[in-house]
């Protein structure tokens, strides 16, 4: 439902899941927080045309989401919150920043800011992309293909991990 009147976008702490998700053209929205459930966005994020948004805290934490378009949004300076930089990370060319404010004007400038992408396990393959982040696994052996590497795995459920384990099934 659009309404022009609304300054703080919150109060979506329960939603886990939506298909697109767009915000689009408020001139009074400064704020976009509680979405701290959130993990998947089916379709695009879309944040665009609020020229006093200045706050899009509500998707710092992991989220699943295939396209990010951030756009003509002039006072907005952080682009650097963790669904962001995650997507960044995995593939520049899915986030789309354009005229916003600085530190939110180019997908380079925001990498900067996002820094070093983590990978907790010094495997050499970085937590977003790592099938294992907690367990050094840099072959990313997954024998049943079901996204988790067999370096964490008991698929038989023997108390031997999967890539030790001479019977996985």
């Known amino acids: 439902t659009y309404n022009p009147n609304v300054s703080i976008i919150d109060g979506f702490n329960s939603l886990s899941s939506t298909g697109s998700l767009f915000f ?5 929205l400064t704020s976009i927080t509680g979405f701290t459930s959130l993990s998947v966005i089916n379709g695009n994020l879309e944040i665009a045309n ?8 509500g998707f710092d934490h992991p989220i699943s989401v295939p396209q990010i378009y951030i756009q003509n949004n002039s006072f907005l300076s952080s682009c650097n ?3 962001i930089c995650n997507k960044l990370w995995q593939n520049v060319s899915s986030v789309t920043l354009s005229n916003n404010g600085a530190n ?3 997908t380079s400038v925001v990498l900067q800011n ?3 992408a983590p990978d907790t396990d010094g495997d050499g393959v970085i937590d977003v992309n790592d099938n294992c ?11 049943n293909n079901d996204g988790i590497g067999d370096a964490c795995q008991d698929t038989d459920g023997d108390t031997i991990l999967d890539a030790a384990d001479n019977c996985k099934a």
């Open 104 to 106: 939110c004007s180019s």
């Open 50 to 57: 609020h020229p006093f948004l200045s706050d899009i805290s």
């Open 81 to 83: 919150v963790e669904a």
């Open 24 to 28: 689009s053209s408020n001139n009074l």
């Open 133 to 143: 982040p907690a367990i050094a696994n840099p072959n990313q052996a997954d024998w």
């Open 114 to 116: 996002c820094g070093t």
